[in-house]
Every structure is written in C-alpha cells, then in structure tokens.
C-alpha cells in the first residue's frame, strides 16, 4: 500500500468530515491525484481530482459540497466534505501515480 486514507466515520446528514491521503515513503506532488468511491460489489466512481498545477475537477454530485486540497509539504492530499448526504455514504479512496489506498468508510445517516 503507498497511499493511506484517513477521516471516515459515522455521520448525520449534513454534517462535514475531512478525509486524509497520505503517501509515505513515495513523493506523489508531481501527479494528479484523485479521490473515488466505490459500494460493495459495484466499480469505482469519480469524486474528485488535483493536478500538481492546481486545477481542480469534481463529480456533478459532489460539486458545491465537496473540495479537494493538498499540503504539498505533508505530501498529503484531503478530500473536506460539506452537507452529507445519505448517497454519499461509501468506501473512499484515494488514488495517483499508479498507486492506491485502502480506502476510508464514510456512513451517511439520518
């Protein structure tokens, strides 16, 4: 595993969380790196993206609620997560470089 995630939990609707994605032992600052969901038997989906130049994609569903940052000095990217909702809830992980994450479980409820 070179990329870890952090952050997930158990929430309310409409409450905020801050996921985490670290690359240790690997320098991921020259790549775009983005953030997936995925749901137990179905493929991965599109959240968000981060090239090293700044721009910055997201998913319709998450725009206006989602925004994706990066300390370049931690060599660590986060996903800030605003307004959850129900459908939000899934497994996220982070992904550049060729590398991957476990992923960090986010449960939407209420």
Excluded: I
Aim: glycine share 16%; net charge neutral; proline share 4%.
């Amino acid at each position: 595993v070179q990329l870890v995630e952090s952050g997930g939990g158990s929430v309310q609707v409409g409450d905020s969380l801050r996921l985490s994605c670290e690359g240790p032992g690997r320098d991921f600052r020259s790549y775009t790196m983005g953030w997936f969901r995925q749901w137990p038997g179905k493929g991965r989906e599109f959240v968000a993206s981060l090239r090293p130049d700044g721009d910055v994609n997201y998913a319709d569903s998450v725009k206006g609620r989602f925004t994706m940052t990066r300390d370049n000095a931690k060599n660590t990217w986060y996903l800030h997560m605003n307004s959850l909702k129900p459908e939000d809830t899934a497994t996220y992980l982070c992904g550049g470089g060729g590398a991957w994450g476990q992923g960090t479980q986010v449960t939407v409820s209420g």
